[in-house]
């Protein structure tokens, strides 16, 4: 209880909104205590007194539980406040430094650098004055353009793990997009204690130095890994293969082909991509019988330990030091723990039920890095391993045997005894489909309705010939010629799978009831007991698996501006059409706002198909994400201002030219298009070719989406449209606040009640410039800025911002006005 308890403690406080004060902390750890104490108080007294009574048991085990989650609750918010605390300050954001400090890690590569840990021993400005950063360890970037030129210009090679650096640098504090159903990059900077993110200053090139000093022994796993990838990356030529090999071998999950990421996803099996549990299992399940075996072979040294007890512990050190080769991912923790559990156990010969195993592997892990508890991954490997030991519990009537050979049976019976594993097999699979299915929902916003077939195809294949293949081709590289033989049949039957009719369901978010109600119905799914049980289970899953839908009424427009950074997506949505207007930039080779935030956030909404999308002009910012969208979405129409030429247009959708007084209607919603005209020469800048595109409701409430127009085009608008032509309710900022756009004679045309300019943190650009901002502040308009709104949500009536709908103590607030940075 203890342990439940504890995780109860450090799971609650990713719901608050704010963290409470120190003092109330601080209460909460010596409540707990105090608690602990007195149960241990009343236990040695009970002891001396007889033996407890079932309800003083279970009334001990409660107060157990509960003083574990007061100490957790309590401690956790300290501990969470410490690392909120040392996050770089506000004053020397953007601000050139000069750190020294230690790679922390194996460094990630990308077509456009480095990114790595980089934990800070010390801080300079430029000039040499001491500063105190605060943050203990920053993620850094180290962009192509910058590293290849300093590093071949000073004869230095890439950074590896453990070496200590110079380096000038430009920080910020830890800030993301922040939209409903997607990825929470705040979060996740707490839950690996990183205070700042930036990058390497090009403009100081020669202030880099690779610094001397001592290695510590983590460093030199870490060495080891990095050595493991030079190796793979000299003998496998294919980027994706290399991949595999990489995640297979070291759990370098960053560098597995995004493709193969999306296929073996969808099939299920993603969790077989890098070292799992299964791997260091019977990676100790083989070394420890070779221990066992050897010792052996020393008669006199099986006098001072049996050798039983040596396979056992020198199994689990084969095991621990294949983990963190593996870079000590969360299903390695948890592996080893659970090993450790086992051979302590069978050391001290005690007969601990599975159960009493699995809860306490995550004691050390819960304890340690409380907030794994937080990550999709702590539950979906706890959980895939209880299901694992409740499926596993005997299906026979035990105590048949009499210790007699009988002869094997024939017939039917003898069939049975034939195809009885693979039959345990599937019902393993099964149950455990079934089981994480409501997590999976919550976690990856999808079903994998095939995973059972992909699991039972795919794990033997990936676990007996692929992983082994690619382990001895650490010692023969030799033998990685042989990958395109292995993985290219498991790719095609994956493919097939994935390509059925169904294979994949999108659950939208759901609410917490939802889930709750799905875990008790996959609970009572997997009980033994009469098929009513089980039906009444799959039941209680389905308001989770198939929510109910949240559609706006007739005549009404639901508006999402989705914060994506420096670019622009803006989601419009009636009873039975959906419209996206842009979908983000792309920051590079395969990574896109298209398929980290637009796609996730429609499937949240529960969006399967768009009506239209219309792309606003050919910028990256705005055009960036498109291919992805429509690779994941079916899209009916694409309304456009692109060259014939362009690519998006060769992917198979209907175009259509975005052309002015093009008009619609959509459940009682009306759409016109106010520009461009039709007739702007080739010459003309992308910008003036911006799709226009005014929204109003049943109710004349409207919204104007202005693309990137500059002065030139606000001013062509007022001149065509007098009156009331050109005002909106709602204006999303031209050029994203651009000193070029937002003049004040269109701003007094529009006459909004609000605006939103969609802009990164602290982007290059400036935007939103100051006096545009001043500008709208002068005039009386409300102005929103993604960074600090997050997601927008207009219905009609005042806008919603995401930061504010859903607050976290994690989530990045305002600097306070303060003294400048001397």
């Not at 035990?398 to 009988?406: I, K, Q």
């Not at 102005?783 to 009536?797: N, R, T």
Request: charged share 15%.
């Amino acid at each position: 209880m203890s342990t439940v308890g504890w995780v109860a403690g450090v799971a609650l406080p990713v719901l608050w909104p704010r963290l409470p004060s120190a003092a109330l902390l601080q209460a909460l750890v010596a409540a707990g205590a105090g608690l602990g104490v007195a149960v241990l108080l009343c236990a040695v007294r009970r002891r001396h007194h007889g033996a407890w009574a079932v309800r003083g048991r279970l009334a001990m085990l409660c107060a157990v539980g509960a003083a574990a989650a007061l100490v957790a609750l309590g401690s956790m918010g300290l501990r969470t406040a410490q690392r909120l605390e040392a996050r770089l300050p506000h004053a020397w954001e953007g601000v050139p430094l000069l750190v020294q400090g230690t790679v922390v890690g194996l460094p990630r590569r990308s077509a456009q650098g480095l990114q790595f840990v980089f934990s800070v021993e010390a801080a300079h400005t430029l000039a040499g004055e001491p500063v105190q950063v605060l943050a203990r360890a920053v993620w850094l970037g180290w962009w192509r353009e910058a590293h290849v030129d300093v590093l071949v210009a000073a004869a230095l090679p890439e950074p590896r793990p453990g070496e200590r650096w110079q380096l000038p640098v430009t920080l910020k504090r830890p800030h993301g997009t922040l939209n409903p159903g997607t990825f929470d990059a705040e979060r996740w900077f707490l839950e690996q204690d990183l205070g700042a993110s930036g990058s390497v200053a090009m403009g100081h090139r020669g202030l880099v130095r690779r610094l001397e000093g001592p290695a510590t022994a983590w460093a030199w796993f870490e060495r080891q890994r990095a050595r493991v990838r030079d190796r793979i990356d000299a003998h496998v030529p294919d980027e994706a293969l290399a991949g595999l090999v990489a995640g297979l071998t070291i759990g370098d999950q960053a560098s597995v082909h995004a493709q193969d990421w999306q296929l073996f996803r969808a099939a299920g099996v993603a969790h077989a991509l890098s070292i799992s549990g299964a791997h260091i299992t019977v990676f100790a399940a083989l070394a420890a019988p070779l221990a066992a075996w050897l010792w052996r072979r020393w008669p006199s040294a099986c006098l001072v330990c049996p050798a039983p007890w040596v396979g056992l512990w020198v199994g689990w050190l084969l095991a621990l030091a294949y983990a963190l080769l593996a870079g000590w991912g969360l299903p390695a923790q948890r592996t080893v723990a659970m090993l450790a559990v086992v051979c302590l156990a069978r050391t001290l010969q005690l007969n601990w039920p599975a159960v009493v195993v699995w809860i306490w592997a995550a004691a050390p892990i819960v304890v340690f890095d409380p907030w794994a508890v937080w990550q999709s991954g702590f539950w979906l490997s706890f959980a895939a391993v209880g299901l694992l030991i409740l499926t596993g519990q005997p299906t026979h009537r035990p105590g048949l045997s009499d210790g007699c050979e009988t002869p094997a049976p024939s017939g039917y019976r003898g069939l049975y005894q034939r195809v009885r594993p693979l039959w345990e097999a599937m019902r393993v699979q099964v149950f455990t489909s079934v089981g994480l299915a409501p997590l999976a929902a919550v976690c990856f916003g999808e079903v994998s309705v095939v995973g059972v077939v992909g699991n039972l195809l795919a794990l033997p294949w990936i676990t007996l010939v692929l992983t082994p293949l690619c382990l001895m081709g650490v010692l023969w590289p030799a033998l990685w010629g042989l990958l395109p033989w292995v993985v290219e049949p498991l790719r095609a039957v994956m493919a097939a799978l994935v390509g059925l009719p169904g294979a994949v369901v999108g659950v939208p978010g759901s609410s917490a009831w939802a889930l709750g109600l799905a875990l008790v119905g996959a609970w009572l799914a997997l009980m033994r007991g009469p098929p009513a049980l089980g039906l009444s289970g799959l039941a209680l899953m389905l308001p989770l698996l198939v929510p109910a839908p949240r559609l706006p009424g007739w005549g009404e427009a639901e508006v999402w501006g989705l914060d994506v950074g420096q670019g622009t997506a803006v989601l419009v949505r009636t009873r039975h059409h959906a419209l996206l207007l842009d979908a983000g930039p792309a920051w590079g080779e395969g990574r896109d706002a298209g398929d980290r935030v637009v796609v996730p956030f429609l499937r949240h909404r529960g969006v399967g198909r768009l009506d239209e999308l219309v792309v606003t002009h050919r910028d990256l910012d705005h055009v960036g994400g498109a291919a992805s969208v429509i690779k994941a979405l079916p899209v009916a129409r694409l309304r456009s201002t692109l060259e014939p030429s362009h690519p998006l247009l060769k992917l198979g959708i209907h175009h259509q030219p975005c052309r002015r007084g093009q008009r619609w209607q959509w459940d009682g919603v009306a759409f016109e298009v106010l520009h461009p005209w039709g007739h702007e020469p080739r010459t003309a800048k992308p910008n003036a070719l911006s799709c226009v595109l005014r929204v109003e409701d049943a109710r004349g409430r409207s919204l104007l989406l202005t693309g990137d127009i500059e002065r030139e085009q606000e001013q062509a608008l007022q001149d065509a449209f007098d009156g009331p032509g050109l005002r909106a309710d709602g204006l999303i900022v031209p050029h994203h606040g651009s000193r070029t756009s937002s003049t004040e004679g269109f701003l007094q045309a529009v006459q909004p009640r609000w605006a939103l300019a969609q802009a990164g943190y602290r982007n290059r650009y400036g935007h939103p410039a100051p006096a545009v901002v001043q500008r709208y502040a002068d005039l009386g308009i409300p102005l929103l800025s993604s960074p600090w709104c997050g997601a927008l949500l207009w219905q009609g009536a005042q806008p919603q911002c995401w930061r504010v709908v859903q607050p976290r103590h994690w989530h990045d607030q305002p600097a306070a006005q303060g003294p400048a940075v001397p």
